[in-house]
């Protein structure tokens, strides 16, 4: 009985790997994204608190106080604003990223489905080479009945 081979499982295999390499360049950017996010919120609360501090030394009349802080909270307004922009740029590459992976995902399944076909063209064929034999040997069964 004939193996079934498929001759682009070269291809296949190399379409797999690229999707799988892909979704694992996703995963990293998901990753550095969360952390960029939460980076971000920390220094959000960060300049919240600042904030209140900054007014409670208004209030106070502290003089050196306020400007340590207003100093402070430029400086943080500063790192937020390149945080903000960090993660855009970052958003950026894993909606690429995700339009990558479609593509490489449809380009293996359109490879996975010429296989199924290939796989049940063969399916197909062994059947009609196994009933042909079941045939050729009920006929010839068939006719060592009626010669005896």
Do not use: H
């Not at 449809?106 to 009933?131: A, H, I």
Request: net charge positive; with cysteine; glycine share 2%.
């Amino acid at each position: 009985m004939k193996k079934f081979s498929f001759p682009l499982e070269f291809l296949l295999k190399y379409r797999k790997r690229k999707e799988k390499r892909i979704k694992r360049e996703l995963a990293e950017l998901v990753r550095r994204w969360e952390k960029e996010k939460k980076l971000l919120e920390q220094l959000k609360e960060e300049e919240e608190k600042c904030q209140a501090e900054l007014k409670k030394r208004r209030e106070e009349g502290n003089i050196s106080y306020i400007l340590l802080y207003q100093s402070y909270l430029e400086e943080l307004l500063q790192r937020i604003e390149k945080e903000q922009v960090k993660m855009e740029k970052l958003f950026a590459m894993m909606e690429e990223k995700k339009k990558e992976l479609r593509f490489a995902s449809k380009e293996k399944m359109v490879v996975e489905r010429l296989k199924k076909k290939r796989w049940l063209e063969f399916v197909s064929l062994m059947e009609r080479e196994e009933q042909g034999l079941i045939d050729e040997s009920a006929i010839a069964k068939f006719n060592a009945q009626k010669r005896s």
